[in-house]
Structure formats: structure tokens, C-alpha cells
T-cell receptor, first 109, second 113 residues
Framework: KNEVEQSPQNLTAQEGEFITINCSYS?????LHWLQQHPGGGIVSLFM???GKKKHGRLIATINIQEKHSSLHITASHPRDSAVYIC???????????FGKGTHLIIQP | EPEVTQTPSHQVTQMGQEVILRCVPI?????FYWYRQILGQKVEFLVS????????KSEIFDDQFSVERPDGSNFTLKIRSTKLEDSAMYFC???????????FGPGTRLTVL
């Protein structure tokens, strides 16, 4: 049983399009990370949020703790946004993250 | 900007050998983690470490694995007798406190032959 489900698994879009990636999780959590992983393998934290909405530049993340759902949005997408985007809930305390399988995003010029 | 560092970037070893993967977390961080990612699969949690002891470990983290913070800066993952299935990218992460985000190192690619 997957604790974290992301959709879509793969997404190809044109430059400039508005992108939405969804994450649903089945366990109770204290917070959730959105992470970015490039082909070279490195992982970068984009957001950690426990309620509401956060915005960094063209990226927006929202979470609804009651509905166990989070979304990541990219406005005015660009080819450099091409990467794997991973949802990773945190159950609490010193616990480690539980990772989703990721969404493979390709933005075509 | 402070960052988590890991050495080596790539380690090749023979099956049955011991390996030590090293991490230097961000200096004022108190919580430390190891994760692994087998090629083509999702990232998996291995172990968390706080106050010089393991806080939580996954089923993957069996007796072949151990972690240590030998001094004030390094955080190591030791695999005593490597198996072919230990081949993966190993990521170290750290965070300052319970309510803070985790920062990841660049990873060590372990290849077991």
C-alpha cells in the first residue's frame, strides 16, 4: 500500500503553461516537503508546509491537512523547470520523510 | 550559503566489503538523516539521528548498517558487508529543529560489484 500517491506520474507541457502536480497521502502528518530532483540526482527542498499556501517565485504550494492533499503549481513554466518533483510527508518529531514516486516534468521550448 | 556535503561522490566496492559514507551536515543542525535511492526507484528513508542516538530506523536499516557522529562535524553511514542490492545513491540530510525543513547533500553513488 502506497502511503503517498502523486499524479500525474509524467507530464510534458509547453513553455509558459501553468503546471499542477498533486499529492495525496494516507498517514497523519505534521508537515510536507516538496522536493526537486534533477537528472544528476541531487535533491533540493522547494517547500516545507504544514498549512495553507506558500509561494517562492513562480512556484506555489498548497496543503489541506484535513483532506490529506497537497498541490504544487508552477506558473509560466520554463524548460529549466524540467525535473522530477517529489512530495514527501513528514509524520512528526524526528521522523524521516516518506517519499512519493515523483512526477517527471518536461517543459518543451 | 551553508550546505550539506558528502564524500565520496562515487564509491565502488566488492561484495562483502565494508564501506563508510561520510556526510558533513550544516553546522548548527541537530537532526541528521540517511536516505537511499536505488536506480529508477523512489527515495527511501533509512535512519534518523538526534542527540547522539538513533531516533528512528526503517526496515531497510538492519544489523549490517550503522551510523555514527564521531566528532562535532561528521555523520557517517557504515555498511559492514555490502551486498549487490546495496548499490544505490545514498543521501544525507540535516535540519536545525523539529519545525524546520531538511537540507540534502549531493549524494554518494555506491556501486557494489
Amino acid at each position: 500500500k502506497n502511503e503517498v500517491e502523486q499524479s500525474p506520474q509524467n507530464l510534458t507541457a509547453q513553455e509558459g503553461e501553468f503546471i499542477t502536480i498533486n499529492c495525496s497521502y494516507s498517514v497523519g502528518i505534521s508537515a510536507l516537503h516538496w522536493l526537486q530532483q534533477h537528472p544528476g540526482g541531487g535533491i533540493v527542498s522547494l517547500f516545507m508546509l504544514s498549512s495553507g499556501k506558500k509561494k517562492h517565485g513562480r512556484l506555489i504550494a498548497t496543503i489541506n491537512i484535513q483532506e490529506k492533499h497537497s498541490s504544487l503549481h508552477i506558473t509560466a513554466s520554463h524548460p529549466r523547470d524540467s525535473a522530477v518533483y517529489i512530495c514527501a510527508p513528514l509524520r512528526g518529531g524526528a521522523d524521516g520523510l516518506t517519499f512519493g514516486k515523483g512526477t517527471h516534468l518536461i517543459i518543451q521550448p | 550559503e551553508p550546505e550539506v556535503t558528502q564524500t565520496p561522490s562515487h564509491q565502488v566496492t566488492q561484495m562483502g566489503q565494508e564501506v563508510i559514507l561520510r556526510c558533513v551536515p550544516i553546522s548548527n543542525h541537530l537532526y541528521f538523516y540517511w536516505y537511499r535511492q536505488i536506480l529508477g526507484q523512489k527515495v527511501e528513508f533509512l535512519v534518523s539521528f538526534y542527540n547522539n542516538e538513533i531516533s528512528e530506523k526503517s526496515e531497510i536499516f538492519d544489523d549490517q548498517f550503522s551510523v555514527e557522529r564521531p566528532d562535532g562535524s561528521n555523520f557517517t553511514l557504515k555498511i559492514r558487508s555490502t551486498k549487490l542490492e546495496d548499490s544505490a545513491m545514498y543521501f544525507c540530510a540535516s535540519r536545525q529543529g523539529v519545525g524546520n525543513e531538511q537540507f540534502f547533500g549531493p549524494g554518494t553513488r555506491l556501486t557494489v560489484l
